[in-house]
DNA sequence: GCTCTACATTGACATTCGTCGATGTATCGT
DNA sequence: ACGATACATCGACGAATGTCAATGTAGAGC
């Protein structure tokens, strides 16, 4: 069942597009629900955690070379985390010859902040 | 920047207080990630993303016999997302009699959101 | 006291997840 | 063509997670 991770993206399937409802709307469906934990599970690991955070800082995209000497895991479970991370439309994949760079999506996780955050202050 | 420099209730460093920096924030530390990312685990579960959609749309404490009744679950299981939410430092509990009312912490919920947001648009 | 009721906790199970070693694929140099 | 490099995929393993049945605990009422 991880047939979700195919680019059906810009069909509002998965987390690229406007997917998922805010928390505080009116009303989520159990598919919407699912959709949204899919898109919070991405950031559900401190590995990835602190990839994203380490191309939220970079204005240019970062080559995986760099990932793997700045992780301490094998190269297939960063490899691994790239992945789900670029499922879940939070990364953008670019081959450059030999070497692969990723680069945030700064709307996605903009996005994601909006659905978290549409909460009325505290009375 | 006093807001956030709210204590953190109960137990000492979990997820609730303002011990997430945000991702597009100078450098996370791998303690630093791993709090963030537990903060997003909480979130990564459909049946808790609609637990916290349903007490964020109440303006009062929901009570569990109404969570049991709504979700098609055993009501240890509503009882363990329950208790996972309240770690989190998401959900605060309320007694009152033999029942158990649960409400939102709306100013966890923004803090969250400023994690993911703090970010640049895209440009 | 006893008995319901509401909820939490325990224990067990199947599924999912993170990790790594081995292997596959594609590109660059020679 | 050959070998080296960069990265992805596969297969397997232990650990964590979601779920439920059974049991425990505490309050309300008789």
Redesign the interface.
């Known amino acids: 069942m991880e047939e979700l991770l195919l680019e059906d993206r810009t069909s509002a399937g998965k987390a690229g597009g406007d997917c998922c409802a805010p928390?505080?709307?009116?009303?989520?469906s159990?598919e919407e629900?699912?959709a949204?934990?899919a898109l919070?599970?991405a950031?559900?690991?401190?590995?990835?955690?602190?990839m994203?955070?380490m191309l939220?800082?970079s204005a240019e995209p970062v080559c995986v070379c760099e990932m793997n000497d700045h992780f301490h895991l094998g190269q297939p479970t960063v490899s691994h985390h790239l992945k789900k991370l670029v499922g879940a439309g939070l990364l953008q994949r670019e081959q450059r010859g030999t070497w692969a760079y990723y680069s945030?999506?700064?709307?996605a996780?903009?996005r994601?902040?909006?659905v978290?955050?549409a909460?009325?202050?505290?009375?």
Chains 1, 2 share one sequence.
Do not use: S
């Open positions: 928390l505080a709307g009116p009303e989520i159990p629900a699912k949204t934990a919070f599970k950031l559900a690991d401190p590995t990835r955690v602190r994203v955070n939220a800082n945030i999506d700064r709307d996780l903009n994601l902040a909006d978290t955050r909460t009325r202050r505290t009375r």
